[in-house]
């Protein structure tokens, strides 16, 4: 799968009609042209066959090369009020937090994503200057210490800052729709973009989700969103997805999408899994906090990555470190047995 650790040999092979499951078999690689021979949309399937499969090209977030053919650690690093889980923490102390980006670095993270607006259920939008003065200092210094550094903004004019700031990557909620400038901005920095999927290109990313089959409808949301954003002039290459773990998803939507996880790899694009500290964590631990959800949250990022995913963000970096690392020497004494 995407020339990494992970390989597979069958395939389930699913009809959708009128956003429900009609048909559901599990098909032996060696069966499968048969089996495409078949369908309808044999081009359809077979593109999101050789998706599972194509390498993934390394991205080069400033001085640093990043390769998906192991996975890789995003750090999260909130400069807000009133994140979920994190909130104030580092808020008004750039240097404090700064610092806190390097140390998360030097545990193993390969970048470090940079907030200054929450976008947690229910959070209040922020004036788009208020988002510049919290980023910006923070940016600047992990830059100049080599840093790859991500922001994590809707707002075009917040892009400009964070990239005239330092910032190699833009990482948007709203997959470049929330702000009509930002499909430009990042055309012409010619960076590499997240596009994540939420219901609600709005203030509120959580409004209005409504799903027939929370996997396929997701997916062909991000197909979709894919296709137009090349068609405006962002390279395939530079553009990572993102399903959007509970951004107005309940219990059972997001938990569909981790159970079928591996089915995004058919973009053929490297995948970003951000479900730390989230709210499906509490809900299957007996409603824990925020705070009490490091062993879910390590959990849920092993899932991701045992399911393909490149990227896993994450609030606890040397703990989910210890988990990719573990998996991976599992992974490599697997491959050298044979």
């Known amino acids: 799968m995407g020339q990494g650790l992970l390989w597979f040999s069958a395939v389930e092979l699913t009809a959708m009609l009128d956003g429900k499951r009609v048909y559901r078999d599990l098909i032996a690689v060696e069966q499968l042209e048969d089996a495409f021979d078949a369908l309808p949309n044999a081009s359809q399937v077979r593109a999101m066959m050789e998706g599972f499969a194509r390498p993934r090209p390394p991205l080069t977030l400033g001085e640093r090369v990043i390769r998906f053919d192991v996975p890789h650690v995003m750090g999260i690093l909130n400069m807000t009020p009133d994140s979920f889980s994190d909130g104030g923490k580092h808020l008004g102390d750039p240097a404090a937090a700064a ?6 670095i030097e545990a193993g993270a390969a970048m470090i994503d940079v907030g200054g607006e929450s976008t947690r259920p229910g959070a209040e939008a922020v004036w788009e200057g208020d988002e510049i003065k919290r980023i910006v200092p923070v940016i600047e210094r992990l830059a100049k210490g080599g840093v790859p550094v991500s922001v994590d903004t809707r707002k075009a004019s917040v892009m400009e800052a964070a990239l005239a700031a330092g910032a190699h990557l833009v990482n948007d ?166």
């Open 173 to 338: 909620v709203s997959g470049l729709l929330h702000d009509p400038r930002s499909m430009d901005v990042v055309a012409k920095a010619g960076c590499p973009v997240v596009l994540m999927h939420a219901p609600s290109s709005g203030d509120n990313p959580h409004a209005g989700g409504s799903y027939g089959d929370a996997v396929t409808d997701v997916y062909d949301w991000l197909a979709e969103r894919v296709d137009a954003v090349v068609s405006a002039g962002i390279s395939r290459d530079h553009i990572i997805i993102d399903p959007g773990i509970g951004f107005g998803k309940a219990l059972q939507h997001s938990l569909a999408i981790c159970n079928g996880l591996a089915m995004f790899q058919g973009l053929g694009l490297p995948l970003v899994f951000g479900a730390s500290r989230k709210r499906v964590i509490g809900a299957l631990s007996h409603e824990a906090p925020a705070d009490a959800r490091l062993g879910g949250s390590v959990a849920m990022a092993h899932h991701a990555i045992q399911m393909g995913a490149q990227i896993v963000r994450v609030h606890d970096v040397p703990e989910t470190l210890q988990a990719v690392h573990v998996w991976r020497g599992l992974r490599d004494a697997a491959i050298m047995a044979g």
């Open 99 to 104: 610092d806190a980006g390097f140390a998360m």
